[in-house]
């Protein structure tokens, strides 16, 4: 099987070139979307963060507040290092689990979007890395319109990267 990570800035592109791939049939795994499945309510991820960052993180029906934990770890590095301890591992086991799954099926080709490929080292874990560019402008225009952020959020968030 050949295993392929995507991976490029955000807001390069990266969910359009997945979304064609997918569209082919090729088995294609978001980071995103696994950062969203290890922090469902009653996870561990969940708990670890409410404790690090406080409750207030938690929404009343027990998920994630993502715009309030959004604003403290783009503003302050040593919390968005803290987030990523809890979220990484995680993550990445997810994704091992995953790539197993097809593996075992018998899958030719899978495809993992991983924004941070680089950042964390994973680089090598993979046959093929494909990056997908685009702008800096074009970036910023593309998260203030998709995301509604104001351009000074956009920055600080193109920033973490």
């Known amino acids: 099987m050949i295993s392929v990570a995507l ?3 955000v807001a390069s592109g990266k969910s359009t070139v997945a979304e064609a791939w ?10 995103d979307e696994l950062s969203r ?3 469902l ?8 963060i409410a404790d690090r960052f406080g409750q ?3 929404l009343p029906d027990s998920s994630l507040d993502r715009t309030a934990l959004r604003e403290v770890v783009f503003r302050d590095d040593g919390a968005r290092r803290d987030l990523e301890r809890i979220l990484h591992p995680r993550i990445m ?4 689990a995953w790539t197993e799954e097809h593996r075992a099926r018998g899958t030719s080709i899978v495809v993992s979007e991983i924004p941070l490929l680089f950042e964390v080292g994973a680089q090598d874990d993979f046959d093929r890395v494909v990056v997908v560019d685009a702008p800096e402008e074009l970036r910023l225009e593309r998260m203030a319109r ?6 000074q ?3 600080r968030i193109a920033r973490s990267q």
């Open 146 to 151: 998709h995301r509604g952020l104001d351009s």
């Open 22 to 31: 997918a569209q082919a049939g090729i088995p294609v795994i978001s980071a």
């Open 153 to 155: 959020e956009a920055r």
């Open 41 to 48: 309510p009653g996870s561990a991820a969940l708990e670890e």
């Open 7 to 9: 991976t490029g800035n």
């Open 56 to 58: 207030e993180m938690v």
């Open 93 to 96: 086991a997810a994704r091992a």
């Open 37 to 39: 499945q290890v922090v």
